[in-house]
């Protein structure tokens, strides 16, 4: 009984929605666009450590307006990770509480946001998200990179150290 709870952990922690395989790779938008409406609901990231949810609109205005630049140039003052979800994807209701436990952790240094693909179609488009959860760490001075799966929380900690701390 035990190495089936395992065996299942294991898989639920290596398949994402969607089937596709877990990547770890740098991204920039493919350029794909496909016109959807942005909801009204918009916020500002706060230092008390909150994950805000993101429109299409609010993607354009505060991490790169991709529909002007072909080439990726961030506009946050702190790097930030983006959770592309679903309501009903079971791995992404698994990532949640980790990305809230992160963005508490690293509250006033890095900002966390979420995109549910479902409403913002445009945005998902341009990212090629054919796979949820999928993860976008948004370096100040570099190319943002996806990783696709559901993972423990110390993975994404070491993504983050990683992808945000680690000299190149």
Same mark, same amino acid.
């Given at each position: 009984m035990k190495i089936v709870v395992l065996l299942w952990a294991t898989i639920m922690f290596m398949v994402a929605c969607g089937g596709k395989s877990q990547t770890y790779s /740098? &991204? #920039?938008p493919s350029g +794909?666009? /496909? +016109?959807s409406k942005s909801s009204n609901k918009t916020s500002t990231p706060k230092q008390g450590? +909150?994950?805000i949810y993101l429109t299409t609109q609010d993607f354009i205005d505060k991490i790169f307006d991709y529909r002007t630049n072909k080439q990726w140039k961030f506009k946050g003052s702190r790097p930030c990770v983006i959770d592309f979800y679903a309501d009903w994807c079971r791995p992404c209701k698994m990532v949640a509480p980790i990305? #809230? +436990?992160l963005a508490v952790e690293y509250a006033g240094k890095i900002d966390f946001y979420k995109v549910n693909t479902d409403k913002e179609r445009e945005l998902a488009a341009v990212f090629g @998200? #054919? /796979? @949820?959860? &999928? @993860?976008?760490?948004?370096p100040l001075?570099?190319?943002p990179v996806m990783a696709i799966g559901a993972y423990p929380k110390e993975e994404y900690v070491r993504m983050i150290e990683e992808v945000f701390y680690s000299k190149k």
């Open positions: /740098s &991204s #920039q +794909e666009r /496909s +016109e450590g +909150e994950v990305m #809230q +436990e @998200i #054919q /796979s @949820i959860p &999928s @993860i976008l760490f948004c001075n570099d190319k």
